[in-house]
Structures are given as C-alpha cells and as structure tokens.
C-alpha cells in the first residue's frame, strides 16, 4: 500500500495489531483503491472487518474513527455482512489482509 501513515512505518504494524486486539478484530483486510495501487492522496481506505463475537454500533465507530487517526486517512469499515450482494465476491478476491489474529 503506497499512503502515508501518521505512524513510522516500523510501526505500524505493531500499532495495527494493539487496536486490533482492543475491539476483538479477527481479521481486517484492505479493498478498493488502496488494494489495487491505485489510492491517489485524496483516497479514503476501504477496510473490510471481521470481530471475533459480535461488537456494537459505537464500537464500530470508534475502531473506524481509531483506524483513521492510525493511517492518517479517513477510513471506511465495513463487515462482510454488509457488502452489497452484487460487490462482494469482487471484494472478497481483491482484499488484502492487513491483520488476523492467532
């Protein structure tokens, strides 16, 4: 992925994987511009979200607006449940994984 980050790049990852943990994220996976290359400055990060148990709608928000402030860019979450039936398996191939727990 070719965006800036607000963190080092170094640590990212580590960074990533400690959000991740605090909402109970079983996996995230890039898609769209940013999993094609194709993410220009403006581009906003399309992330696809799984939760190991069910989380609410606040949560969501706040791991996306968490997210955001991580990357330096806006961020839009989204469960697979909530793909367009038309888009998802689309999605579903491009994706690519940026965290999955162990």
Known sequence: MNFNFAVAQEDLQEHLA????RYG???LRAFGSVARGKATER?????LVEFNQPVGF?????????LGQLF????DLVTERALSPYL???I?????????ST
């Open 72 to 75: 330096g860019r806006k961020v």
């Open 92 to 100: 579903l191939s491009m994706a690519q994984r940026l965290y999955e």
């Open 18 to 21: 400690r959000i991740c943990r």
């Open 88 to 90: 998802r398996s689309s």
């Open 43 to 47: 581009s906003d990060i399309d992330l």
């Open 58 to 66: 606040f949560a969501l928000i706040r791991l996306e607006k968490e």
């Open 25 to 27: 994220v079983k996996s």
